[in-house]
């Protein structure tokens, strides 16, 4: 116990020491607490403030990349509003130079019903009359190139009317377009080609077509008519046969 007292003495004495020491370094410094405490005070006052500084600058720095962002948005967004400037500008001009070729379009049909049509329905109806050994009255084109044709002294639609005689007017009209072609165009038409007219008609209406091609012949020179029927060769002036071989290919077999 005395010796635990003698110890806690001397540390008391070696304090008082270094108190001692301390007290004459400070004095020896010119040091006073009131100007450390007030230095203290000001560091935590600069340094509080040096934080709201760099929270500041941090916001600051955060503003200036959201800016940054809706900057190259807002740029994207005007470079597509330009584009569609553009491209709303060449539709308008397109628009005005469509329009243009319609407005040219409906005069031109317009002429073509004054002046072609009526012409045009005049021969296929001859030419139907003929093919039908006078049974219709004729046929006629309308203003949106419809046929017509005329049983009994009324006008009626091709629907109602059966596929033969639907072909044969249709042959008529295909031979008057070409007949004033030939006629409108000052050169000769050297070559018609017609392709399957015989199939849904009977054997009287055939020999009226085959006249009918004779006759034109010499407005046009050589009629070309492709036809699967057999019997037909025999009423035109050359013929040609064609068959196809087993690996598909197409080769004259007879003339």
Do not use: C
């Given at each position: 116990m005395l010796a635990a007292r003698r110890s806690g003495v001397f540390l008391q004495l070696v304090g008082a020491i270094?108190?001692?020491r301390i007290a004459e370094e400070l004095a020896y410094l010119s040091f006073r607490a009131e100007e450390v405490k007030e230095a203290r005070e000001q560091y935590v006052q600069w340094r509080d403030r040096m934080e709201s500084a760099q929270r500041r600058l941090a916001e600051i720095d955060t503003a200036i990349a959201r800016t940054d962002g809706e900057e190259r948005a807002a740029k994207a967004r005007l470079e597509e509003l330009e584009e569609t400037v553009r491209q709303t500008a060449e539709r308008r001009e397109r628009l005005t130079e469509l329009n243009v070729l319609a407005d040219a379009m409906r005069d031109f049909r317009a002429?073509?019903?004054t002046r072609v049509v009526p012409s045009i329905s005049?021969?296929?109806?001859?030419?139907?009359?003929?093919l039908t050994d006078g049974?219709?009255?004729g046929m006629r084109l309308d203003d949106e190139y419809e046929l017509h044709i005329m049983?009994?002294?009324q006008e009626y639609p091709l629907d109602r009317f059966s596929g033969g005689e639907v072909d044969l007017a249709s042959l008529s009209l295909r031979l008057a377009i070409s007949?004033?072609?030939g006629e409108r165009s000052g050169h000769h038409v050297n070559l018609l080609v017609l392709d399957e007219i015989f199939g849904s008609q009977d054997q009287n209406r055939k020999r009226n077509v085959l006249e009918m091609l004779s006759s034109l012949q010499r407005q046009f020179g050589q009629i070309m008519v492709i036809t699967h029927i057999e019997d037909i060769k025999d009423a035109l002036g050359n013929s040609v046969t064609v068959q196809e071989d087993e690996d598909g290919y197409s080769r004259v077999i007879a003339t």
């Amino acid at each position: 116990m005395l010796a635990a007292r003698r110890s806690g003495v001397f540390l008391q004495l070696v304090g008082a020491i270094e108190e001692g020491r301390i007290a004459e370094e400070l004095a020896y410094l010119s040091f006073r607490a009131e100007e450390v405490k007030e230095a203290r005070e000001q560091y935590v006052q600069w340094r509080d403030r040096m934080e709201s500084a760099q929270r500041r600058l941090a916001e600051i720095d955060t503003a200036i990349a959201r800016t940054d962002g809706e900057e190259r948005a807002a740029k994207a967004r005007l470079e597509e509003l330009e584009e569609t400037v553009r491209q709303t500008a060449e539709r308008r001009e397109r628009l005005t130079e469509l329009n243009v070729l319609a407005d040219a379009m409906r005069d031109f049909r317009a002429n073509v019903i004054t002046r072609v049509v009526p012409s045009i329905s005049q021969i296929a109806s001859e030419f139907f009359v003929d093919l039908t050994d006078g049974k219709y009255g004729g046929m006629r084109l309308d203003d949106e190139y419809e046929l017509h044709i005329m049983d009994e002294g009324q006008e009626y639609p091709l629907d109602r009317f059966s596929g033969g005689e639907v072909d044969l007017a249709s042959l008529s009209l295909r031979l008057a377009i070409s007949k004033m072609i030939g006629e409108r165009s000052g050169h000769h038409v050297n070559l018609l080609v017609l392709d399957e007219i015989f199939g849904s008609q009977d054997q009287n209406r055939k020999r009226n077509v085959l006249e009918m091609l004779s006759s034109l012949q010499r407005q046009f020179g050589q009629i070309m008519v492709i036809t699967h029927i057999e019997d037909i060769k025999d009423a035109l002036g050359n013929s040609v046969t064609v068959q196809e071989d087993e690996d598909g290919y197409s080769r004259v077999i007879a003339t």
